[in-house]
């Protein structure tokens, strides 16, 4: 079973989460820049292929790349990941996973979310300028409600609420395709 892990990563998390996901399953790793460069014929051998991208403003960022390739690789294991800022239960989250697919893709791809976090030091600055605009509309917002107060709060300085558990869905997942090939 060989498995390959593409990422794209502003801050860490989801290279992190990539890392974790490319050791559990001693697949290979490629930062999407790397991927790019590569020919079709170098995605050949892999049976199980997976991207992930960090969330911005509800959408996976650069999904469309591996979205492209991926109606033709479908007689691969496909998955993606979104890693975001926001707690798995934050209701946006299913609104993300369920807008970056169409019901045609979701027939081949499945896709998954991992807690991130946010790392300010690490973020460009037209980042840094748009959730500090973000953060600060959040906190002046008349009506907002408690979590939303709760979210800005957490959202005006850095945290990593990641775990490495939030990888054994997408493990268990890409990792089907050796145990039916073992029994
Ligand atoms: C401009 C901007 C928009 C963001 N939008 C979302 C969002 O819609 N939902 C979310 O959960 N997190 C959002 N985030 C948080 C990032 O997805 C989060 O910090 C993630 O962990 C970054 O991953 P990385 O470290 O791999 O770059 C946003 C961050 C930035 C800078």
Same mark, same amino acid.
């Given at each position: 079973m060989k498995t390959l892990i593409i990422y794209t990563s502003q801050t860490g998390f989801t290279k992190r989460y990539a890392q974790w996901l490319a050791e559990e399953l001693r697949g290979d *790793? *490629?930062?999407l820049k790397e991927a =790019? =460069? +590569?020919r079709e014929d170098? &995605? +050949?051998d892999y049976d199980a292929i997976c991207y992930g991208g960090w969330a911005m403003a509800g959408s996976i960022v650069k999904a469309k790349w591996f979205l492209g390739k991926a $109606?033709?690789?479908k007689d691969k294991r496909l998955a993606m990941f979104c890693v975001g800022g926001s707690p798995c239960d934050n209701p946006d989250i299913d609104v993300i996973l369920q807008k970056a697919l169409t019901d045609e893709q979701k027939k081949y791809i499945k896709i998954f979310y991992c807690q %991130? %976090? &946010?790392n300010y030091a690490n973020m460009k600055a037209p980042s840094r300028i748009a959730m500090k605009m973000f953060v600060s509309a959040l906190k002046n917002k008349k009506d907002a409600t408690e979590k939303e107060k709760v979210m800005a709060e957490m959202m005006a300085s850095s945290y990593d609420i990641s775990d490495i558990k939030y990888i054994e869905p997408i493990v268990s997942y890409l990792g089907e395709k050796e145990y039916?090939? $073992?029994v």
């Open positions: *790793l *490629l930062d =790019k =460069k +590569k170098y &995605f +050949k $109606a033709n690789w %991130g %976090g &946010f039916e090939k $073992a």
